[in-house]
């Protein structure tokens, strides 16, 4: 257990806090591995993926997760192999999760140059990389310093996007040796079964599994896959339209009861209620399966006027001559990926309602236009 301790989870209290498994997996022969660890909020958690690529003389690491002893072990065997970790890359501006363990994978292996996301920021007081321990000798801006390994790897980016507090932009990166283009959270291919690295930690899906509040965790592979189904459908709406919250009567009432007094099932406290199959409308999210889609939650709160600048996106990575898979950091991979099935997802995002606001999307809707209403992100983002 000690090789799974990750001591900086107080700086974001996601589950499963202090205790990280990982799931290491080869994705591509001898060229491209995965990382994988769960994160989450009330159980529910979905995976979250580091992926190590190997370059010229050696490994780069892309969107690091919790450097566990585990983690570290596996890459030190995977040094051994293939040379050492030459890059550390943060190939985002604004997402937290993967920002937080960056300066302790950096420390770990000291003679990695760490590349990050022009445009960084941090809340609520702007502090420079330095003081939020980026190595400041060793770290370097992507395009505006230029990019590691050279002819290796391809880079697309998307954005910049003004956000009002701070700034979106993702850097995709074409592995060119194996056609992985490696993403971060835009584009998402959601898993029709649960993953496999719920195999280390099920009780995520247990607990969601259930329709009440005095329901013990039970496991089976159709109450796991029941609990995957609506971790996916938490994680891409918030609030998905047939989700009902109980009344405090009826949550207490079914708190406390024998056999729940326990903090792995929340002593009971279970608020939430399906008012119609979560099988259907998990179907409804991903009718196609294995089939790449733009992240509900980032479709309609991080680029609800930004269509344009995806379709854009979206059909300049289907322009990349050797692309064959797309490895996000969320979900799915590897996805078998051609450049026809990039154009045809661009052209479907151009014909239908772009960030829509009723059914599944209202939940999602309401915090966007709250966020106008105060102010909080403009009318009219300033992209580019």
């Not at 090789?3 to 080869?26: A, F, I």
């Not at 002893?69 to 030459?86: H, I």
């Not at 283009?181 to 584009?187: E, F, K, N, S, V």
């Not at 903090?263 to 196609?288: D, K, M, N």
Request: proline letters at 11%.
């Amino acid at each position: 257990m000690s090789d799974q301790s990750w001591p900086w989870w107080p700086l974001l209290p996601l589950y499963p806090y202090g205790r990280r498994r990982t799931l290491v997996r080869e994705l591509i022969p001898e060229q491209l591995w995965s990382f994988e660890q769960l994160q989450g909020v009330f159980y529910v958690a979905v995976p979250i993926r580091m992926t190590v690529a190997r370059v010229p003389g050696g490994l780069m690491v892309y969107a690091p997760v919790a450097p566990t002893a585990e983690v570290r072990r596996a890459l030190l065997d995977l040094e051994q192999r293939f040379g050492p970790v030459m890059s550390i890359v943060l190939p985002t501006a604004s997402g937290l999760e993967h920002k937080l363990p960056v300066p302790a994978m950096a420390r770990a292996f000291p003679n990695a140059e760490v590349w990050v996301t022009p445009g960084q920021w941090s809340f609520p007081v702007g502090l420079p990389l330095a003081w939020l321990g980026f190595p400041a000798r060793r770290t370097r801006v992507l395009g505006e310093q230029g990019y590691p390994h050279g002819d290796a790897l391809q880079w697309c980016s998307l954005g910049p996007i003004n956000l009002g507090l701070g700034r979106f932009q993702e850097l995709a990166c074409l592995h060119r040796s194996s056609g992985a283009l490696l993403l971060t959270d835009a584009l998402v291919a959601i898993n029709q079964e649960p993953p496999e690295v719920f195999d280390l930690d099920p009780t995520p899906l247990l607990f969601h599994a259930r329709d009440r509040g005095d329901q013990p965790l039970v496991d089976s592979p159709e109450l796991r896959l029941k609990g995957w189904q609506r971790l996916a459908l938490f994680a891409s709406y918030l609030r998905p339209e047939a989700l009902q919250v109980p009344d405090v009567g009826t949550l207490l009432a079914q708190a406390f009861q024998p056999g729940m007094c326990n903090a792995r099932s929340y002593f009971g406290l279970y608020p939430f209620h399906w008012r119609r199959s979560s099988a259907e409308v998990f179907r409804e999210l991903q009718p196609t399966p294995g089939a790449l889609r733009i992240a509900p939650v980032l479709e309609r709160l991080v680029f609800p006027r930004a269509q344009a600048l995806i379709v854009a996106w979206v059909r300049q990575l289907a322009a990349l001559p050797e692309l064959r898979w797309v490895v996000p950091a969320h979900y799915e991979a590897p996805v078998p990926c051609r450049a026809e099935q990039l154009q045809s997802l661009a052209d479907h995002l151009e014909g239908r309602a772009w960030a829509p606001s009723d059914g599944n999307w209202a939940y999602l809707a309401g915090i966007d236009q709250a966020l106008l209403r105060f102010g909080v992100v403009p009318e009219q983002p300033e992209v580019g």
